[in-house]
């Protein structure tokens, strides 16, 4: 028997891909057997309270620590006021903020009524925020008093704004809302979030996950890989914006009961000063992070650290290596996507070959194909394909038939595997850029430098980067009227920052007289990589 959905708003349901062109789902494995109605918010709260009790301390954040108890009575004030406001079961809701226990409380609220969250990272642009508002058709947003500005400057959005954080009174409007609140009865495969990432082309995907799907995630690689226990504190630096961070900072700890540590800035000195203060355990963050913590460590005590999680970009040998000489620790390596939520092939403990992702977590099955969808000879390096029990649905978008082959994900990755079955990641198969754990889509870069008086034409490629992985790499032909200069070099660069988000902005720009191009004008970025 189906389940019943809860969504009155049926926009989601609406708008996913055609059944014939979803991934196939694993569903059977025993730790991802859900019950047919299920909501995630519950089953992180209460579901988890009864495991550890009322007072065991939940988040600690810039703007408050909370006990599960106390985050509970809160997330339900929120979730009363979503329905005071008319938000009804379906119904998309952004949040724009750092990561704190608002934030958190918010999200956990949006799933509570049955509504599904959109979560943006501060850095974001307007004219980012834009296509995001279109793709998603956003109904109501909670923005942080902080990054308001940008928000105003978004033309197509005509729902609701409430500003939240510690310049808004929006916890005097909550205060006298009850703290009991009775959790949407959504089905398990009812839509909970819409996750954005980067497309290749520049226009961003909307990856529809269901409730049940939060908790898969939780139970496979978390639960198999990670293995948290309610004393466990959890601490990193990617956005729970980005489903790395929404895993790794919320789904993860409060599934087991454990203790999230919530930074508004992780940049590297003060994510390592935060760790020592909280005797983290579990720490999330890209490599790019781990190396830059390296030089720093000298006489700190990271005695706490139990389990160096990293993802969001390649992890290279050198920086495995470094970690493990400086601290002991053999860093976690896995890849990820949006699209299947989160990690997929990794490895912990003696099962951990450096140099080696890992194998498939448990759940999750993949193999390397050729071009023509064969399975390829151990050793030569082919498409990763991946399918488990999450798996990409793309809200309304034709991308879906590109990432969903014959029933499997195709990642974009180029891999090769061993005899021994584990998974050697080689490089990427289009021109996504991933720089210090950022997805970065070429032509989002080009089409930002192109609006810009001086540029003519413009090609965009990620260059290989010991710090960074790789670094968003510009070639610029100026209009005639200009010449190169090193002062128009950093204009540009400026005026991809207000354009963009600022990380977006290309670190390497050169000026060229043209652009290598087939005899019928397309542009062939491949010639421009290293």
């Not at 390596?333 to 990690?343: F, K, N, P, S, V």
């Amino acid at each position: 028997m189906a389940s019943k959905s809860a969504h009155i708003d049926t926009f989601a349901k609406e708008n996913l891909p055609d059944l014939s062109l979803w991934p196939e789902l694993i569903l059977d494995h025993p730790t991802v057997i859900y019950p047919e109605q299920l909501n995630a918010c519950q089953e992180l709260l209460e579901k988890t309270i009864e495991k550890v009790g009322e007072s065991k301390l939940a988040l600690i954040a810039a703007d408050g620590n909370f006990t599960y108890s106390q985050l509970l009575k809160l997330v339900n004030q929120i979730s009363n006021f979503l329905i005071n406001e008319g938000v009804v079961a379906g119904n998309r809701v952004a949040i724009r903020s750092p990561n704190n226990a608002t934030s958190v409380a918010i999200w956990l609220a949006i799933l509570r009524v049955g509504a599904i969250a959109v979560t943006t990272i501060p850095l974001q642009r307007a004219i980012e925020l834009e296509k995001i508002v279109a793709i998603a058709k956003v109904q109501y947003a909670f923005i942080d008093s902080r990054f308001t500005e940008e928000w105003n400057l978004v033309t197509n959005y005509q729902g609701k704004t409430y500003v939240v954080g510690v310049e808004s009174d929006f916890n005097s409007k909550i205060s006298s809302l009850s703290t009991s609140f009775i959790p949407c009865n959504t089905a398990a495969d009812d839509v909970s979030i819409l996750a954005f990432t980067s497309g290749s082309t520049g226009l961003p995907k909307a990856t529809m996950h269901f409730h049940r799907d939060l908790l898969s995630i939780a139970d496979t690689f978390s639960k198999h890989i990670v293995k948290p226990t309610k004393d466990d504190v959890f601490c990193g630096s990617p956005p729970i914006a980005f489903t790395f961070g929404l895993g790794g900072l919320v789904i993860f700890p409060l599934r087991v009961g454990a203790t999230s540590v919530l930074l508004e800035n992780a940049a590297p000195p003060l994510l390592l000063e935060k760790l020592i203060e909280h005797k983290v355990t579990c720490l999330f963050t890209a490599p790019t992070a781990y190396r830059a913590m390296l030089p720093i460590l000298q006489g700190k005590n990271l005695s706490s650290l139990r389990r160096c999680i990293s993802a969001g970009e390649h992890l290279p040998l050198a920086t495995w290596n470094a970690w493990f000489e400086a601290t002991g620790n053999k860093l976690i390596d896995g890849i990820g996507a949006t699209e299947l939520l989160h990690i997929f092939i990794s490895a912990s403990d003696d099962q951990i070959v450096p140099g080696m992702t890992g194998k498939p977590v448990p759940g999750y099955q993949a193999k390397i194909v050729d071009e023509s969808f064969n399975e390829v000879p151990d050793g030569q390096s082919g498409f990763l394909a991946v399918k488990g029990p999450t798996g990409c649905r793309y809200l309304n978008d034709a991308r879906q038939k590109n990432y969903v082959k014959n029933g499997w994900n195709l990642t974009g990755d180029i891999y090769t595997k061993t005899s021994a079955g584990y998974f050697k990641y080689e490089s990427r198969a289009d021109d996504m850029i991933i720089s210090s754990g950022y997805n970065i889509a070429a032509p989002e870069v080009e089409n930002a430098l192109l609006l810009h008086k001086a540029v003519a034409e413009v090609a965009v490629v990620g260059t290989a980067d010991i710090e960074r992985g790789m670094v968003v790499t510009a070639y610029v032909v100026l209009r005639t009227e200009y010449s190169p200069s090193e002062d128009l070099r950093k204009e540009l660069q400026d005026h991809v920052k207000s354009k963009i988000a600022p990380y977006k902005y290309p670190r390497l720009l050169n000026f060229v007289e043209s652009l290598p191009k087939t005899t019928t004008g397309k542009l062939q970025r491949f010639r421009l990589k290293n």
